[in-house]
């Protein structure tokens, strides 16, 4: 079983920061392209951040997180980051790191995320 562990949540006031690191076991964030996804509460699961392949660099981006959010990733350590800059209240949610083998005949895997509260 693959597991991904998210960590670096936690409660920020806004205009505040925080890195989330989510490491995968062996190779997989070298294999896979990975992807940031959160969960507003309430609201459905939704693609923050993400690489377009597992061997590029291009990376998307959610309109409402440019030029706040930085995907990264360290294939040497098999940790993928999430760098978040001036937060927002409605960036509060659950977010998740997502391995995507961009095939319908390869499984996905999912983190166990971690909770962001933006709040004063």
């Known amino acids: 079983q693959v597991q991904l562990v998210e960590s670096g949540g936690g409660l920020v006031q806004p205009g505040g920061s925080l890195r989330l690191s989510c490491v995968g076991p062996?190779?997989?964030?070298?294999?896979?392209?990975m992807a940031w996804y959160r969960q507003p509460p309430g609201l459905q699961r939704e693609v923050v951040a993400s690489?377009?392949?597992?061997?590029?660099?291009?990376?998307r981006y959610a309109d409402s997180v440019k030029g706040r959010f930085t995907i990264s990733r360290d294939k040497a350590k098999d940790t993928l980051y999430l760098q978040m800059d001036n937060l927002k209240p409605e960036d509060t949610g659950v977010y998740y790191c997502?391995?995507?083998?961009?095939?319908?005949?390869?499984?996905?895997?999912w983190g166990q995320g971690t909770r962001v509260t933006v709040s004063s």
């Open positions: 062996g190779n997989i964030v070298s294999a896979y392209a």
């Open positions: 690489f377009t392949s597992n061997t590029g660099s291009e990376t």
């Open positions: 997502y391995a995507d083998p961009q095939s319908s005949f390869i499984k996905g895997y």
